[in-house]
Every structure is written in C-alpha cells, then in structure tokens.
C-alpha cells in the first residue's frame, strides 16, 4: 500500500541551529501539505502546495520558516533558526487533486522536532 | 470559518464499555467530517469520513459516528471498548478551500 514517507522521525537539535524535514507523497497526488502538531494539540496547517505552486502559506512564520517542492513531487521544510517553540510534531499528508468524492488527506508518520 | 469543538480532552472507559467521542462543528457550508486516530509517535490514520448521502458512517475497527445536522454534531462511538484502541482521536471538517481543520484532540484511555 502506498503511503507518505517522510524523514528523519526524530529530530533533536540545539536552538538557532537549522533544521530540514523531507517529505515524499503518494505518488500521482498533486496536493501536499505541512501540519505542525504542539504536544497535546491538533495539527495546524503550516503550508499546502499544489504540484508545485503554494496554495495556502497563511500561517507559516515567514521569518524562520521556508517550504519548497521544487518539481511537484517531495517537498521539504525548513526551520533557520530554530527556537524552543518550534519544539513538536511536523505532519506531511497528500491528497489527489480530484478529492470531491473523499476530502481525505493520508498522512506519514510524522518528524519529532526537540529544540534544546 | 469552519471550526471542530471537541469536548473532554481525556476520556476514560473499562474495557468492553461504550466508547462516546464528542465533536461538534461549525461550518459555512455543508461539511465534510472526519475522524481520525493517532497512535503515540506516528502519523495520524483515518477512521472513517462524512460527505453526503448516509448520515450513519461506519469506519475501521468498529467505530462508527452520525452526522446531526440539527446538532450540528458528528460524535464517534465503538460498542464495546478494545485495550487496544488506547489513542488520541481527532475530528476534523473540511473547509471550503479543502483544508482540514482539526479539533485539539481526545485521549482515550482504557482500563482492563
């Protein structure tokens, strides 16, 4: 069964230091998204592209935070510098373009950032 | 905006009892409802979604939940609790642009 992969799962890392999660959808779904989920939270929206083109970036904090999927297919998210608050789980998912009929979203399991 | 309330951030139930999940949600238009099951450290796994036609929506390992329009509810229930579904489970509503809105989550326990 296909399914989302992503790298690394864990992640510890000193603050002011930088930080890349790689993200590799299902193949053949346009959409991906970046979830960042705080210990005891839901997953909020970071980032959602669209093949290649950034749909939704609202609430991802520019000034540390870049996102990238360069050829509409892996993406990958960048934190410089991180900070203790950037301490959490960060969720990829895809989705087909055509999700009329579903709205799903499949998820891979997930980096674990600590921020020392 | 679309929203998703969960009430009760923990829940406990022994095993073999009913499993009540409460979620609640707001939306603009007629909702696409989903929830989902994260076990500890992994991603999360869909349980089972509403988009139209029947409002009774049976999902994986036995949990089912009913979209209430009237009450603009969507609660998840399993007849008889599992050790094993020991999780946090998250209801969420699509919004208009597609995105997932996530609840701030439930964690069931369950004691033998």
């Known amino acids: 069964e296909a399914e989302v992969a992503q790298s690394p799962r864990y992640k510890i890392t000193e603050k002011s230091q930088a930080v890349a999660f790689w993200c590799d959808p299902i193949s053949g779904h346009a959409t991906l998204y970046w979830y960042r989920q705080i210990l005891g939270q839901g997953p909020e929206l970071l980032v959602q592209?669209?093949?290649?083109?950034?749909?939704?970036d609202s609430q991802l904090p520019k000034d540390r935070f870049s996102a990238e999927r360069l050829k509409g297919v892996d993406s990958t998210l960048k934190i410089q510098p991180a900070e203790l608050g950037d301490s959490a789980m960060y969720l990829c998912a895809s989705s087909p373009i055509d999700r009329s009929n579903t709205g799903e979203l499949f998820f891979g399991e997930g980096s674990r950032l600590t921020v020392l | 905006a679309q929203s998703v309330t969960q009430l009760g951030s923990h829940v406990s139930v022994s095993e073999g009892a009913l499993v009540l999940l409460r979620c609640n949600y707001s939306?603009?238009?007629?909702?696409?409802l989903f929830w989902y099951v994260q076990y500890p450290n992994q991603g999360l796994q869909l349980l089972l979604k509403y988009t139209t036609g029947a409002t009774l929506v049976k999902g994986i390992n036995g949990f089912e939940a009913e979209f209430k329009k009237s009450e603009t509810s969507f609660h998840l229930t399993k007849p008889s609790a599992h050790m094993s579904d020991a999780a946090e489970y998250f209801c969420a509503v699509s919004d208009v642009t597609d995105k997932l809105i996530f609840g701030t989550g439930t964690r069931l326990q369950v004691f033998p």
């Open positions: 592209f669209q093949d290649e083109s950034v749909v939704d």
């Open positions: 939306s603009s238009v007629p909702p696409y």
